[in-house]
Structure formats: structure tokens, C-alpha cells
Antibody, heavy 117, light 109 residues
Framework: QVQLVESGGGVVQPGESLRLSCAAS????????MNWVRQAPGKGLEWVAFIRFDGSTKYYADSVKGRFTISRDNSRNTLFLQMDSLRLEDTAVYYC??????????WGQGTLVTVSS | QSALTQPRSVSGSPGQSVTISCTGT?????????VSWYQQHPGKAPKLMIY???KRPSGVPDRFSGSKSGNTASLTISGLQAEDEADYYC?????????FGTGTKVTVL
């Protein structure tokens, strides 16, 4: 069965960095695009970034462009999100999600990132 | 990359049908047949209910159906059940970006 397990969340101060990981299993990781989606406390879903199955193409939301970097290691079935210059408004639960055509068919349980001074 | 517009809430009695609208632009909803819908219960991860406008993943009841006309997509839940009470989000994949809707709370009366 498909499993996505995020890790790396925590409490950081504004301006600091954090790296999230998403360990994938139960499917052929290197044949699917992957996404990061976040949800601020009590708010809706916000797409963050997408990476093509082979890592050749990456897209970002305007709100994180230039600060966040999505990457993947297909040899380790792992997705990453490097988050630099963190802001208070980046506080959220971060989910990794597998792409299926135009949708996201499997989601992890999420990891909480708190940016606080 | 503005959020798609959804009604804040909809409600219905068990057995009734409810429809949630999702309005975007010709650059997202209207430009691609890549609208998806997600159900989210409190404290849980979202669950894919509909993708590519009308397709249902395996295991999703056929009470859930999707459609699209122009820049507006819709999710219809027929034969409403108590477990359908949740937040629902539409989503449009526009190749270089993906955008979610503002979310709709479905209440089963």
C-alpha cells in the first residue's frame, strides 16, 4: 500500500531554515510527480511546490518562490523541501502528496512547521 | 495564483443532494480538464474524491460526482450521509502552478 511519511518539522525563528523529508513506499516513486501542500492553522489548503518524476522540472507558488527548494532522491524514494528565510506566515502543517494526472491521490499525515520569535 | 472561489458552507439532510461550486478563471479551471476535489475531516489529511473533473478514484462512492462548465466546476454529493460532513476543497492544476479553492464546510443536518 502507498505510504508517505513526512518528517523534519519543528519550531524555528524567523529567518531560519528547515528541511522537510517525505519517505515514499508502496509505489514506483521515480515514475510520479510529487507535491508539497501546506495548511496554516485553521485555514485552507495552499499548494507549495511540484517536482516532475525525474526532477527535471520544478514549479513553486509565488509565496515561496526564491525561498523554498523542492528536490527528490529517487534512489532513496525520498522527497525534500528546503525552506530558507522562513517567515511567520510559513507556519503550517506541510503535506507531501503524490500526483495522479491532474490530482493528488495520496497524502502523508503532515509535519508541523512553526515559525515563531 | 488567486484561490478559487467556493461557498463558505452548504448543508443538507441525510439522503438529500448538495452541490458545491468552484469558480476560477480561464487560466486555471476553464483552461484545463484538471479539476480535483478533496474531502478533509478535522485533524486528518485530505482525501482525493474526484480528479480530472469527473473521475473517481477506486473506493470513492459513486454518490460523489464532478462536472465543469466554463470557469466553474462543481462537486455533487447525492444521497448525503452523516460521514460526508467535512470540509471540501476544489483544486485546479494549471501545469506551471496548482491552486486550491477557499474550502466549503458541508454540514449534514
Amino acid at each position: 500500500q502507498v505510504q508517505l511519511v513526512e518528517s523534519g518539522g519543528g519550531v524555528v525563528q524567523p529567518g531560519e531554515s528547515l528541511r522537510l523529508s517525505c519517505a515514499a513506499s508502496g509505489f514506483t516513486f521515480d515514475t510520479f510527480g510529487m507535491n508539497w501542500v501546506r495548511q496554516a492553522p485553521g485555514k485552507g489548503l495552499e499548494w507549495v511546490a511540484f517536482i516532475r518524476f525525474d526532477g527535471s522540472t520544478k514549479y513553486y507558488a509565488d509565496s515561496v518562490k526564491g525561498r523554498f527548494t523542492i528536490s527528490r532522491d529517487n534512489s532513496r524514494n525520498t522527497l525534500f523541501l528546503q525552506m530558507d528565510s522562513l517567515r511567520l506566515e510559513d507556519t503550517a502543517v506541510y503535506y507531501c502528496a503524490k500526483a495522479l494526472s491532474g490530482g493528488l491521490d495520496y497524502w502523508g499525515q503532515g509535519t508541523l512547521v512553526t515559525v515563531s520569535s | 495564483q488567486s484561490a478559487l472561489t467556493q461557498p463558505r458552507s452548504v448543508s443538507g439532510s441525510p439522503g438529500q443532494s448538495v452541490t458545491i461550486s468552484c469558480t476560477g478563471t480561464s487560466s486555471d479551471v476553464g483552461g484545463y480538464d484538471y479539476v480535483s476535489w478533496y474531502q478533509q475531516h478535522p485533524g486528518k489529511a485530505p482525501k482525493l474524491m474526484i480528479y480530472d473533473v469527473t473521475k473517481r478514484p477506486s473506493g470513492v462512492p459513486d454518490r460523489f460526482s464532478g462536472s465543469k462548465s466554463g470557469n466553474t466546476a462543481s462537486l455533487t454529493i447525492s444521497g448525503l450521509q452523516a460521514e460526508d460532513e467535512a470540509d471540501y476543497y476544489c483544486c485546479s492544476y494549471a501545469v506551471t502552478y496548482t491552486v486550491f479553492g477557499t474550502g466549503t464546510k458541508v454540514t449534514v443536518l
